[in-house]
C-alpha cells in the first residue's frame, strides 16, 4: 500500500526532530564547557591581575629603602676614605677591610635595585601610545645608538632592513625598548661565550633584518636578530621566556621575557630558533598597518 504525501511528510519531520534532540544537547553541553572554561580564564585573569598589584606595590616598597640604603653605604665609604688619612698603617688596613666590605654592599644593593626595576617594567601595566612607526627607521637608529656597546664588547653590529617601509601601530619606546633587550641578550651571550672559550658560531656578529610578508590575509612586519653565538638546546629554548630564567652571570632572566610581553601587547609575537654551537635567532612578528 503507498502511503500519502503527508505521511511521508511527517515521517521525515519525525526522524529530524529525533536526530535533532541529541545534536541539540551534544551541542549545548559544549556550550555550556566552553563558558565555564571562559569564566575560570577571567576568574584566573582577575587574580593574576591582583597579583601583579600587589606584587608591582611590595617591589615599590622595597625599592624605596634599598634606595636609601645605598645612598648611605655611599656616604660612609666617602667617610671612611677621608678617616683613613688620618689614622695610622695598621688601623688605615683594617679600615681598607671595611671599605671592601662596604664595596661589596654597594655593588649587592645596586644588584638589587636593577632587579626590582627589571620587575617593575615586567609586572607593571603597560599604556601604549600607538602612533604610525616606520620600524626600519627606529632599529637604523637604535642600531646607531647601540653600536658603541656592541663595539665594546667586540661584536660586529650589521643591519639589513626591507628596501620598503615597514609601518606599523605601535609605542616607539616601548618597541625600541624589547629589540634593545634582544640586542643586549645576543651580545652578552657572544662575549661570555668568548671569555669561556665555548664554542660557538664564529665570528661575533649581531645581525638584525626586516621584511614584510603576508600571512592569514594580514600583512606583516618581521623582525630577526641573528647572532653567532653559543646558541642553545632545545630545553633551554623552551624555557627562555620564562619570568627569572637566566642562563648568564648576572642576568635577571627578565629581558627576554619583557621583550615578548610588549610584543603580545602590540599584537604580535616573538620566537626563538636556536641549536648548540650555532647561534640563536630571535623573530618578532608584528601586525603592518596598511592604512
Known amino acids: ?29 559544549r556550550t555550556a564547557q566552553r563558558v565555564r572554561r571562559l569564566e575560570k580564564r577571567a576568574q584566573a585573569a582577575e ?11 611590595l617591589a615599590h616598597e622595597i625599592k624605596n629603602p634599598l634606595s636609601t640604603i645605598g645612598l648611605n653605604i655611599e656616604l660612609l665609604r666617602e667617610d ?8 695610622g698603617a695598621s688601623t688605615r688596613e683594617q679600615m681598607t677591610r671595611v671599605q671592601r666590605r662596604f664595596d661589596s654592599l654597594a655593588r649587592e644593593t645596586t644588584r638589587l635595585r636593577e632587579i626590582l626595576e627589571d620587575f617593575l617594567r615586567f609586572a607593571g601595566r603597560l599604556e601604549l601610545d600607538r602612533e604610525p612607526v616606520d620600524v626600519n627607521e627606529l632599529i637604523d637608529e637604535l642600531a646607531d645608538f647601540y653600536q658603541p656597546q656592541a663595539e ?38 657572544m662575549s661570555e661565550a668568548r671569555e669561556k672559550g665555548r664554542v660557538h658560531g664564529g665570528a661575533d656578529e649581531l645581525i638584525v633584518r626586516t621584511r614584510r610578508e603576508r600571512a592569514m590575509e594580514r600583512a606583516e612586519i618581521v623582525v630577526h636578530v641573528v647572532d653567532t653565538g653559543p646558541g642553545m638546546d632545545e630545553a633551554t629554548a623552551a624555557r627562555v621566556f620564562e619570568p627569572y630564567f637566566s642562563t648568564k652571570r648576572g642576568g635577571s632572566g627578565l629581558g627576554l621575557p619583557t621583550a615578548r610581553r610588549i610584543i603580545e601587547e602590540h599584537g604580535g609575537h616573538l620566537d626563538v630558533h636556536a641549536a648548540p654551537g650555532r647561534g640563536c635567532e630571535f623573530v618578532m612578528t608584528l601586525p603592518a598597518d596598511e592604512g
Open 80 to 87: 671612611l676614605g677621608d678617616v683613613a688619612q688620618q689614622v
Open 1 to 29: 500500500m503507498l502511503w500519502p504525501m503527508w505521511s511521508w511528510l511527517f515521517i521525515g519531520l519525525g526522524l529530524g526532530v529525533l536526530l535533532a534532540v541529541p545534536i541539540a544537547g551534544v551541542w549545548g553541553r
Open 47 to 57: 587574580r593574576l591581575a591582583e597579583l601583579g598589584r600587589m606584587t608591582g606595590g
Open 152 to 189: 665594546a664588547s667586540a661584536v660586529r653590529l650589521r643591519t639589513q632592513l626591507d628596501a620598503r617601509p615597514a609601518i606599523a601601530m605601535a609605542d616607539a619606546s616601548l618597541l625600541k625598548q624589547a629589540v634593545l633587550n634582544l640586542l643586549i641578550n645576543a651580545t652578552q651571550a
